[in-house]
């Protein structure tokens, strides 16, 4: 038994799933979750100090790599001046101008401990803002695990939500409406029935849980458009996307403008942190200036600040983001190579340095129900060989992948060497 496997089983006897967010129970792909000592780089190290090479980034923030200097140092430089003081500090004032700076629809902005936070706010204050109740969110977009956005569409085609977990009364569901992503005519078809009592479309502009899928061309604009047309405000998610497709997110890449972006990952450089931001018109709705409630008892933690400014001062680096984005057509291209050299069905999606890639017989994955209609048997073979050559991949066909600024192109060569072996083997099936 690997030291990992006995951690697995004792911390199933104190935490439930031995995890403390579910996807880190390896339930998407079977066997034994693998237990994190330390990382630096490109790499983790696990309890038996394997080594892997590291697309998950701790699920996007890594951006820069695994235990970046700058980020080390300006995090233990703010630990010696305090854990937290309830009360503002400078390095709130500087986070924000260096958030609007990056992200210029964002005027105001507040901070929070999470994506969570961030997206059930932004809600809260887009009902609030337009006195509307219903929501629109995208099947198979993940925004969190607020009450009103774990819904799942009903059954039909244009049908109001139901809870996609116990604990949610039908109640809280009925007002989040559910439609397809990169349809534009599922969202009119919604709007023309119930368009004047739609507070707010919530969308990740790049879809990143179900696995990584981007916005059809004229998506984004055409709801842009809907919710100028019908008096609804616009929220991008972007608590992945930010910083991430693009160093102002995927408003910049794609050039549409949200009127509330939501932030988080790479914001906090690791540390709890989520952020919501806009129109100054529409944050000047929260309290103490407007009558939307929201607090945080460590929101805008001094700690958490440095952390998530060191790292964001980083990404003004012009190379940046042409480096990402390089690696991960290295990386993507020689996955469909290799694959299609061993005859194996399968394709890839990218925007900036977020990736998937999927085992169908789809030319192209663009929507929720092609993602669900991929190979599981084959990604779950696939990760399991990856894992064991030492690559560590979202342990989830439903995830996206993510580079780092750490990985090397030897790493990635390294990780396409496994993937040859893993493809092989599928082959032999
Ligand atoms: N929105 C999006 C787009 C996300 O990907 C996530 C987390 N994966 C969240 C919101 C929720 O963030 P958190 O896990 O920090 O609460």
């Not at 792909?29 to 998950?56: H, K, L, N, T």
């Not at 929070?112 to 509307?132: D, F, K, P, Q």
């Not at 990736?355 to 030319?363: I, K, P, R, V, Y």
């Amino acid at each position: 038994m690997s030291r990992s496997e006995d951690l697995f089983a004792q911390a199933q006897l104190a935490i439930p799933g031995g995890v403390n967010s579910p996807v880190r129970a390896f339930n998407g792909v079977g066997g034994s979750p693998i237990f994190i000592e330390r990382a630096d780089g490109a790499y983790m190290f696990d309890a038996d100090d394997q080594r892997y090479i590291d697309y998950v980034g701790s699920w996007g923030p890594m951006i820069l790599g695994h235990n970046n200097a700058a980020i080390r140092e300006a995090t233990h430089a703010a630990v010696e001046r305090g854990l937290s003081f309830g009360t503002p500090t400078s390095s709130e004032i500087t986070m924000a101008e260096k958030i609007k700076a990056l992200v210029p629809s964002i005027e105001k902005v507040r901070m929070v401990n999470s994506g969570t936070e961030a997206t059930m706010t932004a809600i809260r204050l887009a009902r609030g803002y337009t006195g509307r109740d219903k929501i629109l969110k995208f099947e198979g977009c993940y925004h969190g695990h607020a009450d009103a956005l774990l819904v799942k569409a009903g059954s039909g085609l244009l049908t109001l939500g139901v809870p996609n977990s116990p604990g949610i009364p039908e109640d809280f569901a009925k007002h989040t409406l559910t439609v397809t992503f990169n349809d534009l005519d599922s969202v009119r078809a919604i709007f023309a029935e119930h368009g004047s009592d739609i507070a707010t479309i919530i969308v990740e502009p790049v879809a990143g849980n179900m696995n990584c899928i981007p916005p059809a061309p004229g998506f984004l604009e055409g709801l842009r458009e809907i919710c100028d047309d019908y008096g609804s405000v616009l929220i991008f998610d972007e608590v992945m996307s930010g910083f991430r497709v693009a160093r102002g997110g995927a408003q910049e890449f794609y050039q549409v403008t949200p009127d509330l972006t939501t932030l988080g990952k790479v914001i906090g450089g690791g540390m709890p942190v989520g952020a919501f931001g806009g129109k100054r018109e529409i944050m000047d709705y929260i309290a103490p200036v407007g009558p939307v409630y929201q607090a945080g008892t460590l929101s805008g933690n001094p700690v958490a600040m440095a952390a998530g400014l060191a790292a964001l001062s980083q990404l003004d680096d012009e190379q940046l983001y042409p480096q990402l984005n390089a690696k991960v057509e290295r990386l993507v291209t020689g996955l469909q190579e290799r694959a299609d050299a061993a005859g194996i069905p399968f394709t890839t999606n990218r925007a900036g340095s977020m990736f998937g890639f999927f085992f169908s017989t789809d030319a192209k994955v663009t929507s929720y129900a092609q993602a669900t209609q991929c190979n599981m048997e084959h990604f779950r073979k696939f990760y399991h060989s990856m894992l064991r050559q030492g690559v560590y991949l979202a342990p989830s066909a439903f995830e996206a992948g993510f580079m780092s600024a750490a990985h090397t192109d030897a790493d990635i060569d390294a990780t396409l060497a496994a993937a040859d072996v893993a493809f092989a083997e599928l082959k032999q099936d």
